[in-house]
C-alpha cells in the first residue's frame, strides 16, 4: 500500500511540476520590464524617469467618468515639482494582451501605500 502511495504522490508531482512553463516572446520580456520598471521607479521616487514614460504627444488621464488631455509637459511638471511617491507600491492581479505589434492591453490593480492609508485602484485598460 505504501509503495503505490508514493508512486501516485510521484506521478501526480510530475504532472503538476513536469509540465513545460511556456516561454515569454520578446515583447512579453519587453512589456514586463516595462511595468516592473514603472512600479520600481514609482517605489524610488523618480520623478524625471516616471515622467519620461509618458507619451510626447500627451496623456489622457481617464477617471471619474471623465477624460483630459494633458501635455508632456504639463505632466512632466506635476511629477517633478507637486507629486507624492508612495511608502509601498505593488502591482496585483497584472495581465496584459498584445493586440498588433504597436498595441497593448494591460489591466491590473495595484497596491499603493501613502503616508496616510493604503490605496488599491483598478489599472484601467489602456494601449
Given at each position: 500500500m505504501k509503495f503505490r502511495l508514493v508512486i501516485a504522490i510521484l506521478a501526480m508531482s510530475i504532472g503538476v511540476f513536469g509540465q513545460a512553463t511556456p516561454k515569454m516572446s520578446a515583447a512579453e520580456k519587453e512589456i514586463r520590464a516595462f511595468?516592473?520598471?514603472?512600479?520600481?521607479?514609482l517605489r524610488q521616487h523618480r520623478t524625471e524617469a516616471i515622467a519620461d514614460r509618458y507619451d510626447r504627444r500627451g496623456t489622457y488621464l481617464l477617471g471619474n467618468g471623465g477624460k483630459e488631455l494633458v501635455s508632456f509637459e504639463d505632466n512632466k511638471r506635476y511629477y517633478t515639482t507637486k507629486w507624492k511617491g508612495p511608502k509601498s507600491f505593488v502591482w496585483k492581479d497584472f495581465s496584459f494582451e498584445i493586440i498588433s505589434k504597436t498595441a497593448v492591453v494591460a489591466m491590473g490593480k495595484f497596491e499603493w501605500q501613502g503616508e496616510k492609508r493604503i490605496r488599491r485602484p483598478v489599472l484601467t485598460p489602456a494601449c
Open positions: 511595468f516592473d520598471g514603472y512600479a520600481e521607479d
